[in-house]
């Protein structure tokens, strides 16, 4: 089975996918976005990661077997809330 997971942090989406999982990363800047995928292509990681520039409150998590947010303290109140936690 594939674990998909969702980050909204470059660093864990290629952290995960260096050890197996399909990774996908969420970010509202498009400069990062861009910055992500390259990064994914420079180290060979391109076909096991995804990055979107969306509003990560907005994303349709259901697919995903693995949620990890990293954020401000503010979105930890507004986390536990949306997701149940």
């Known amino acids: 089975m594939v674990e998909y997971t969702i980050f909204n942090l470059v660093k864990q989406v290629l952290a995960a996918a260096k050890?197996?999982?399909?990774?996908?990363?969420?970010?509202?800047n498009p400069w990062l976005v861009a910055y992500?995928?390259?990064?994914?292509?420079?180290?060979?990681?391109s076909s096991c990661t995804r990055f979107y520039c969306q509003d990560l409150w907005k994303v349709q998590l259901q697919?995903?077997?693995?949620?990890?947010?990293?954020?401000v303290q503010e979105m930890v109140s507004v986390s536990s809330e949306t997701f149940c936690l």
């Open 19 to 28: 050890n197996g999982f399909v990774a996908d990363g969420v970010e509202l």
């Open 36 to 45: 992500s995928k390259l990064q994914a292509f420079r180290l060979g990681l």
């Open 63 to 71: 697919t995903y077997n693995n949620v990890v947010i990293f954020g």
